[in-house]
């Protein structure tokens, strides 16, 4: 079921669903709708059986926690020191560092989840804007309907697209030389640090926010994703119509999906 929240002068609408697909036998995605805060969560597991699945949990968790614990402090960045004067970009950064922190502290101290991981795409909206933090190769794209128009706002973290920038090559040209181009490079719990990439876009009104597992683009193209999305005008619906070509397609993954839609006022 949708919901919304007042944001700026008109609305946010949030709708969001996860799929195990027709090749695994378990789903290691975990997601986030709002309950207080504004905030929608995608994170993608991977460590293998019971192990995904902790990882990308513990990670929204953590992000959610800090944020309400942190909602009425303006400049709290315990425990790292990201600076001050810019309290949600902060707060981003820090509470994802943080859940970087206790998977990989979880790792190491547990046997049978060393070396679990996840990835994680997380949006904000506040004041006038939206705030967009990720780690890995789960994204987030805008569309807007009246451009016919869809455009990937993060950069995945991962060996092949570190290649093509290497050697100012496309992604398709790159995936041709580098093996197993799939690979993150980086993700929530591989390392004790973490570098986060926050960024703040200008929404307007009409767009639509995706926030997505590879599960989904793997095996959905940027365009049909497109116009899948903006033929079904209900959210909930929506997210099922997006699953479901990602089965379709073959579903060689699990698949997860948050929209947020930014809505006249009622």
Same mark, same amino acid.
């Given at each position: 079921?949708?919901?919304?929240?007042?944001?700026?002068? +008109?609305?946010?609408?949030?709708?969001?669903?996860?799929?195990?697909?027709?090749?695994?036998?378990?789903?290691?995605?975990?997601?986030?709708?709002?309950?207080?805060?504004?905030?929608?969560?995608?994170?993608?597991?991977?460590? =293998?059986?019971?192990? =995904?699945?902790?990882?990308?949990?513990?990670?929204?968790?953590?992000?959610? /926690?800090?944020?309400?614990?942190?909602?009425?402090?303006?400049?709290?960045? +315990?425990?790292? /020191?990201? @600076?001050?004067?810019?309290?949600?970009?902060?707060?981003?950064?820090?509470?994802?560092?943080?859940?970087?922190?206790?998977?990989?502290?979880?790792?190491?101290?547990? $046997?049978?989840?060393? @070396?679990?991981?996840?990835?994680?795409?997380?949006?904000?909206?506040?004041?006038?804007?939206?705030?967009?933090?990720?780690? @890995?190769?789960?994204?987030?794209? &805008?569309?807007?309907?009246?451009?016919?128009?869809?455009?990937?706002?993060?950069?995945?973290?991962?060996?092949?697209?570190?290649?093509? &920038?290497? /050697?100012?090559?496309?992604?398709?040209?790159?995936?041709?030389?580098?093996?197993?181009?799939?690979?993150?490079?980086?993700?929530?719990?591989? $390392?004790?640090?973490? $570098?986060?990439?926050?960024?703040?876009?200008?929404?307007?009104?009409?767009?639509?926010?995706?926030?997505?597992?590879? =599960?989904?683009?793997?095996?959905?193209?940027?365009?049909?994703?497109?116009?899948?999305?903006?033929?079904?005008?209900?959210?909930?619906?929506?997210?099922?119509?997006?699953?479901?070509?990602?089965? /379709?397609? =073959?579903?060689?993954?699990?698949?997860?999906?948050?929209?947020?839609?930014?809505?006249?006022?009622?």
């Amino acid at each position: 079921m949708s919901t919304s929240f007042p944001f700026n002068n +008109w609305r946010v609408r949030f709708s969001g669903e996860t799929d195990v697909g027709r090749k695994r036998d378990h789903n290691e995605d975990y997601f986030y709708l709002p309950d207080e805060e504004m905030i929608g969560i995608v994170a993608d597991g991977m460590g =293998g059986h019971a192990c =995904g699945e902790v990882a990308s949990e513990m990670a929204v968790e953590t992000v959610i /926690k800090y944020f309400r614990d942190t909602q009425d402090d303006a400049q709290v960045t +315990w425990p790292f /020191k990201v @600076g001050h004067g810019r309290h949600n970009e902060n707060r981003m950064a820090t509470s994802v560092m943080l859940a970087n922190q206790l998977i990989f502290e979880e790792g190491q101290a547990t $046997k049978e989840r060393k @070396g679990m991981g996840t990835t994680i795409v997380v949006i904000l909206f506040d004041e006038d804007y939206a705030m967009l933090a990720h780690v @890995g190769d789960s994204r987030i794209y &805008r569309l807007r309907e009246q451009e016919r128009e869809i455009v990937q706002l993060t950069e995945d973290h991962a060996f092949v697209t570190d290649y093509a &920038r290497m /050697k100012g090559i496309t992604i398709a040209e790159a995936q041709h030389t580098v093996h197993q181009s799939n690979v993150v490079s980086r993700a929530l719990g591989m $390392k004790e640090e973490v $570098k986060v990439d926050v960024q703040r876009v200008a929404p307007g009104l009409g767009d639509i926010f995706l926030l997505c597992t590879d =599960g989904l683009t793997d095996m959905v193209s940027d365009q049909e994703i497109l116009e899948v999305t903006l033929a079904q005008p209900n959210l909930d619906r929506a997210c099922d119509d997006l699953i479901e070509a990602a089965n /379709k397609a =073959g579903g060689k993954d699990n698949i997860t999906v948050v929209l947020a839609r930014i809505e006249p006022q009622d």
